[in-house]
């Protein structure tokens, strides 16, 4: 067996030798900084408990479109109530752009973690909280906007729906956002799935124009499908990734 150690130095030579690095955030990552898997078992339940649907279904297309009072209840009360701060993951990307290597950091997170962090090249799968528009007239909207809106929040301006821009369930990634995404995984040497797995759907997604075999993995939780990774390393993304790159 490997040493997380000798894993470890494995990989900051990756890193030295890479010049073109993705990164991809995934939920554990996140999670680290404070956000809530809200599809996990235990979350799932107690959604269901408290709402009587499940988490996917509130968190779709259909049901905003049919119960938008409820999608904002719950939109309220389980994703704008979190507090979210990026940590030594997000320092530590910072560092790799600083240096001039990373293409981009991918996220499926909606938190604006990144940004947060002053990481300046971020693709965003799923939009993201902070940016809302009005359905009808396309007027935007900020986040304490919608954070401050009793029920529905409605544009000032034509009275229609507010909405944020992040990805529902039954939505399709944006094209442009897909594009770039598919470009950066194409012309990256590097790849870095953190706090996630190759069973998660975006990770499939953006790995299919991923081409060379610098491809590490680090996750607090082990899974079957690991053995894709050049490198796997089991441990919280916070604890590895500073000892990587510094
Ligand atoms: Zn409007």
Known sequence: ????????????????????????????????????????QDEAYRIEEKYHYSPEEIYSTGFYSARTDFF???????????????????????????WGKLRACVTSNIYNLPQKAGIYHVI????????????????????????????????????????????LNGEMVRNDVMTAAANACQQADMLMILGTNFCDSSVMEILKYFQTKRLVLISKNEHYSDKQATVAIHDEVRKVLPRIVW
């Open 124 to 167: 965003e799968l799923r939009g993201n909280i902070y940016n809302n528009y009005c359905t009808k007239c396309g007027m935007t909207y900020s986040l304490d906007y919608v954070r401050n809106a009793k029920g529905i929040p409605r544009c000032t301006r034509c009275g229609a729906n507010v909405r944020p821009a992040i990805r």
């Open 1 to 40: 067996m490997e040493t997380t150690e000798s894993k470890i130095e494995r990989v900051k030579k990756m890193l030295y030798e890479s010049q073109q690095v993705v990164c991809f955030i995934g939920i554990g990552a996140a999670m680290e900084c404070g956000a809530i898997n809200l599809f996990n």
């Open 72 to 98: 904002y209840r719950f939109y309220h009360d389980e994703i704008l109530s979190l507090e979210t701060t990026p940590n030594e993951t997000f320092h530590a990307i910072r560092q790799i752009e600083e």
